[in-house]
C-alpha cells in the first residue's frame, strides 16, 4: 500500500493569506500520526513568479517525507528551477513511480505537454514497466464544468492519451490548477484533480462568485493499494 498527500494552487504572494494558508496544510500532512509515504503539489507555487516567492516556497515545502513538485501557469520555469528544482520531477517509491511534468506554456494561462517533456515522460515510464505508475501535471486534460478553467486547460490533451495508450502500467493522471476537488476519468483512467490551498473555485451552479476565499484550503489524500485506487479529500482548519 502506498499512501501520498496531493496539494496545489498555493500561490505564494497571491494573497495575504497564501503563506499562512499553505504552511497550515504542510502541518497538518507532516502531523500524520499514520503512513505517508509522499507529498505531490502540481504547479502555481508563486504568484508572480519572483524568486522572494519561490524562496518563501522552498521553505514552506520542506518535508522529511519525500516531495516532488512540478510548475503551473503562475510559474516561469527559470525561475522555478533557480529554486525549486527540475521542472520535470519523478519519484521512484516501492512498488509505484510518480511523475509530475511541466505542462506551463511561457505567457499563457492554458498548458501543453512539450515535445521533449513528452520525451521524458515515456522514458520515465519506460524504466519500470512493471510497477503502477502515476502521471501528474498542472492543467487538468478535461473540461471540468467551471468554465474559466475550461477555457484554459490542457491542450492537445490527444498526445497525452497517446502517451498512456503506451503505458498501461499509468494508473492515473493527477492535476490542478482549477482550485477545486475533482474526480473524472481521461483516456480510460481516472483524473483526479486536487483542491486549491490559496482558494476554492465554485461552479456556476453554486454561486456566480467565481472564487471563494474564506473556504479552507484543502489536499486530496491518495491510498493505492492492490491496484485500486481510493482519494479522499480533505478540508483544513485550524
Known amino acids: 500500500m502506498q499512501v501520498f498527500a496531493h496539494i496545489s494552487d498555493i500561490h505564494i504572494g497571491g494573497s495575504e493569506q497564501s503563506v499562512d494558508r499553505a504552511a497550515l496544510v504542510m502541518r497538518r500532512l507532516l502531523s500524520f500520526p499514520g503512513r505517508l ?4 503539489v502540481t ?13 518563501t516556497a522552498r521553505d514552506l515545502l520542506r518535508s522529511p517525507v519525500p516531495l516532488i513538485v512540478c510548475p503551473g501557469n503562475h510559474d516561469t520555469v527559470p525561475e522555478f528551477e533557480k529554486v525549486i528544482g527540475p ?10 513511480t510518480i511523475a509530475l511534468a511541466d505542462s506551463s506554456i511561457p505567457g499563457r494561462d492554458d498548458g501543453r505537454l512539450a515535445d521533449e517533456t513528452i520525451a521524458w515522460l515515456d522514458e520515465v ?6 510497477v503502477p505508475a502515476f502521471v501528474g501535471m498542472h492543467h487538468p486534460a478535461v473540461a ?4 474559466y478553467v475550461d477555457e484554459i486547460r490542457l491542450q492537445e490533451p490527444e498526445r497525452l492519451a497517446a502517451l498512456l495508450d503506451r503505458h498501461p502500467h499509468v494508473v492515473a493522471v493527477l492535476a490542478g490548477h482549477a482550485h477545486t476537488g475533482v474526480a473524472t476519468t481521461f483516456a480510460g483512467r481516472p483524473l483526479i484533480v486536487a483542491p486549491g490551498v490559496v482558494s476554492t473555485l465554485l461552479t456556476p451552479t453554486e454561486s456566480e462568485a467565481l472564487v471563494d476565499h ?12 492492490q491496484g485500486r485506487l481510493v482519494t479522499h479529500f480533505r478540508p483544513v482548519t485550524r
Open 214 to 225: 474564506d473556504l479552507p484550503p484543502a489536499f486530496a489524500l491518495h491510498v493505492f493499494d
Open 37 to 40: 509515504d509522499a507529498i505531490l
Open 125 to 130: 515510464l519506460s524504466e519500470r514497466p512493471d
Open 144 to 147: 471540468l464544468g467551471v468554465p
Open 43 to 55: 504547479g502555481d507555487i508563486a504568484d508572480h513568479a519572483l524568486v522572494e516567492e519561490y524562496e
Open 87 to 96: 521542472a520535470n520531477q519523478v519519484l521512484r517509491l516501492d512498488g509505484v
